[in-house]
């Protein structure tokens, strides 16, 4: 039965079966791969427990002492969610330089953003080819068509033509099938990539804040209307003369 399936689907398709099967399958197993990474960081970080160092974070007004390093990493250390692994990072580099610490942490970003991101790249040039595949067999099925054409003596008939257009929008429709998904997966994996290194970013970038000396620094705030109310002139005093009498 599978074999009688395999062979009618490449009567259907024709020379581009095999490409367009290799295709889909790696775009499959792509998406699949994906996936289980989205399912298991969504998992970790709505999670209470996964999540609770940010709210004993965002409570806290504790300066960055030893102590309050040291519990705080106890926290961090257990967990692997992105957010996790970035605060321990950055906590066992406590003693760096504060521009150190931010090197380091860009490097760190870059690196998980590309293992967020990996496999789309070649998602979306599958998503590219296959369209192409599926041109190439119309093409090649107008060729059988007008060769069948060519070598007829009598009328046109139509089975004459149902090989022939029958490969090319076979192989129309199996390409297009291929490469929606995997152009709409691609985009969809990318800005969920984006928006969880964005995340950590913004986060973890504040928490090098905390450990620079910055007290009273809440990790939902807005840290720049902080410096934008430094950055007023402060007006001077304007003294009160009394009228004399």
Not at 102 to 126: F, M, P
Not at 188 to 215: K, M, P, T
Request: with cysteine; hydrophobic share 50%; glycine share 6%.
């Amino acid at each position: 039965m599978p074999m009688t399936d395999f062979s009618t689907l490449q009567t259907q398709l024709g020379v581009l079966t095999w490409p367009l099967l290799l295709c889909a399958f790696l775009a499959l197993m792509i998406c699949l791969e994906r996936s289980a990474l989205f399912l298991h960081q969504t998992l970790l970080s709505i999670l209470p427990q996964k999540q609770a160092w940010i709210k004993n974070l965002r409570r806290s007004t504790l300066s960055a002492t030893t102590e309050n390093v040291n519990a705080l990493l106890a926290q961090t250390s257990v967990q692997q969610d992105l957010l996790a692994r970035g605060a321990t990072l950055l906590l066992n580099q406590v003693h760096q330089p504060k521009a150190l610490r931010e090197e380091l942490l860009s490097l760190w970003l870059n690196k998980q953003q590309r293992d967020l991101q990996a496999g789309l790249k070649v998602l979306q040039v599958i998503g590219i080819i296959s369209p192409l595949l599926g041109l190439l067999g119309t093409v090649l099925g107008l060729i059988d068509m007008f060769s069948e054409l060519g070598q007829s003596q009598g009328p046109v008939t139509p089975a004459q033509l149902s090989a022939g257009l029958g490969l090319a929008m076979n192989t129309t429709a199996a390409g297009l099938i291929i490469a929606v998904p995997a152009i709409t997966a691609a985009h969809l994996f990318g800005i969920w990539a984006q928006g969880q290194c964005l995340r950590a970013s913004h986060v973890l970038n504040q928490l090098n804040l905390w450990l620079a000396g910055i007290e009273d620094i809440s990790i939902n705030t807005n840290v720049y209307q902080a410096f934008e109310r430094a950055s007023k002139p402060i007006e001077p005093l304007k003294a009160h003369i009394e009228p004399q009498p």
